[in-house]
Structures are given as C-alpha cells and as structure tokens.
C-alpha cells in the first residue's frame, strides 16, 4: 500500500499522538510518519533522531524545505489560530489531520474548509470524525428504522478525576480553554450530538473550581437551546473518581423515541465497550433494541486515506458538523466569561 506520508508539527500533544496513533497498528497500513516540528529545536531534534527523520523548528522552515518529502501534516497545535495554520499548510498543497477542538472561531474554520475544497484538499480531525462510526451510526440506523421523527432533548455527561497543577499550556488560560471541562472532553459529546440536533440559538454555562491548581475549571455544565427548539445539557467534570473514567454517557429523546448510552453503572476501569438502548414507539405498540460494540474513537487513518487517495468523496455535511460545534463553543466561551465559582 502506498502510504500517505506525513509530518507532525506540534510535539506536546504530538508526542503523545506519535507514540499512541501514528505508530499504532491502526495507522501503520495507511500513513508513515516523513518529518516532524517544533518551535522547541531540542524536541524537534529529539523526535527526528528517534524516527530518523528530518526535523524542523518552525511551520515555514517545513514547508519551505526542498527536501521534505511528505504530504500531508498532522497538526496538533492549541486551538486558537489554527485555522490560519491550516490555510498556510493547504496553500502549500498539503492534506491535514488535526486535533479538536478544531478552531474557536467558526469563520475562520469555514474559510479554511472552503479553501480545502477549492485546493482539491483534506481537512479531518478526530471529532467530529468524518464519518459516523460504532454506535453513532447505530442512531442514524435506528432514526432512520424506527421513524423516530425530530431531535427534542438530550442530557449527557462525561467524568474523571484530574488534580491537575498548572503547567504554563493553553489548559491554563481561560481565552483558550474556557469552562475547561466541556472544552477538552465534552466537547467530544457536543461534536457527537450536534450531528442530529443542528445548529444552535443560544447556550449558558455554569463553571467551577473545586480541586484544581488550575487558573481554569474543574467542574462545568452547558445548556443549549438549538434552532430546531430541541434542549441539550452537557456535563463534564474532573472532580469525580467512581473509576468510570471517561465514560460517555447520555440520554437523547426523539419525538417517537428515546435512545440511552451507557446510562448505569459499568465496571471497574471503564471498559472498552459503548451499549445502545432504545424505546420507541411503531404502530402505536412499544418496541425496545439494543446495541453493543467496542468504542470507536480516535482518528479515522483509514478514511483520511481513502479521501486523501481519491478513493472518497467528503460530503459537505462534514464541514457544517465542524462549525456547528465551534459555534457552541464560541456562545460558551462568552458566556462563560467572569462567571467560575471556586469552592478552594
């Protein structure tokens, strides 16, 4: 297989992407990693050395290099200006794998998606993924079977126990990561979610610090209210320690149907698997299904590869479920402005 190759700029996070994806058995078949950057040189050169690559210390030394041969980039930078980060990459003819939260501006993410297009180029991130998987695609199924008619509500929540000190990254500023929580791992319920209730009209936020060292949350909740009418409430929070660690529970009500994922206990450790049920209602007579399967998160090589290839068309429903979650995260991010309580 002719493998898409690729060079990895951002070795924070992308430390840990290289050693957890890149190298994964699910990458391997699909990319290889070509070259690696960093504005610290000492990491740059550290990273090239282990992969025996060539390494850079700034994004226009890359994709200025005669000799980089790669093409596509794996970018995984703070959020705030990545857009234009991407554009730059996409001017130089590259594809591009990154990292949610994809932007926190929603038009410069849609001038960066709508240059991908007119370049002939790919834009994925890993959520939303670009294509329903596992049992987000079971939802569509069971939308589509059961006739379950228009979103009305759902509740969500995602847990862990962090007791996190600061550390001087983009965790620790407020403009960057407001209502902590909800952006760095609820986000992945709002990308999910945003995908059947549409756009948004209006959200509120409440946030908190309770252990945290911190200057951000550790405790938050958002309410929405979607163009549609529908109802959402997300709740994220590092406080809580029932060893069901990132357990993405919730509940989302349909007009004919409510589906529950991974509502209740589940063992110790959290579990590799997501469980789907569902009550409905079909010719007036209540009917109940099931759902079982292992969690299908992470990045989608597999499908950045095919599109990459010309093996797949993206839709542009792709676009739109990206700035629909970076508009909510906009509304959050103003409201959640002066608005943290701290119980320390």
């Known amino acids: 297989m002719n493998r898409i190759r690729i060079a990895v700029v951002g070795l924070n996070f992308g430390s840990w992407m290289i050693e957890n994806e890149l190298l994964s058995d699910k990458a391997k078949d699909d990319v290889e990693i ?5 504005m610290q040189p000492e990491k740059a050169a550290d990273w ?69 297009r007119s370049l002939g180029l790919t834009v994925h991130l890993n959520s939303p993924s670009p294509e329903l998987q596992g049992d987000l695609a079971q939802v569509q199924q069971w939308k589509e079977r059961y006739d379950l008619g228009r979103p009305i509500a759902f509740r969500a929540e995602t847990t862990c126990s962090y007791r996190e000190q600061p550390n001087g990254s983009w965790y620790d500023d407020p403009e960057q990561c407001p209502a902590a929580p909800i952006f760095r791992l609820g986000i992945y319920l709002i990308n999910d979610l945003v995908r059947f209730f549409g756009d948004i009209e209006e959200a509120s ?20 209210l979607f163009k549609n009418g529908a109802l959402g409430h997300v709740f994220a929070s590092f406080c809580i320690d029932d060893q069901q660690y990132y357990k993405c529970a919730f509940t989302l009500n349909f007009e004919r149907g409510t589906v529950y994922r991974n509502i209740g206990p589940r063992a110790s450790g959290g579990g590799k698997k997501n469980v789907l049920e569902l009550v409905a209602v079909q010719d ?61």
């Open 205 to 224: 936020v409440q946030q908190s610090r309770i252990f945290t060292g911190r200057p951000t949350a550790d405790n938050a909740q958002l309410n929405l």
């Open 48 to 116: 090239g050395s282990k992969l025996s690559v060539p390494y850079y210390s700034s994004l226009d030394e890359l994709l200025a290099a005669a000799d980089a041969d790669f093409e596509a980039v794996a970018l995984f930078s703070g959020p705030i200006g990545r857009a234009g980060l991407i554009e730059r990459i996409l001017d130089a003819g590259k594809h591009v794998m990154t990292t949610k939260p994809f932007e926190l501006d929603s038009e410069n993410a849609r001038r960066a998606l709508a240059k991908a």
């Open 34 to 38: 070509a070259a690696v950057c960093d």
């Open 284 to 344: 007036g007579r209540q009917v109940m299904d099931r759902y079982e399967a292992e969690t299908a998160e992470g990045y989608q090589w597999d499908v950045f590869y095919r599109t990459v290839r010309g093996e797949r068309i993206e839709p542009l429903a792709y676009d739109e479920d990206i700035a629909a979650g970076i508009r909510i995260i906009e509304q959050m991010k103003r409201k959640a402005g002066g608005r943290e309580r701290s119980e320390r």
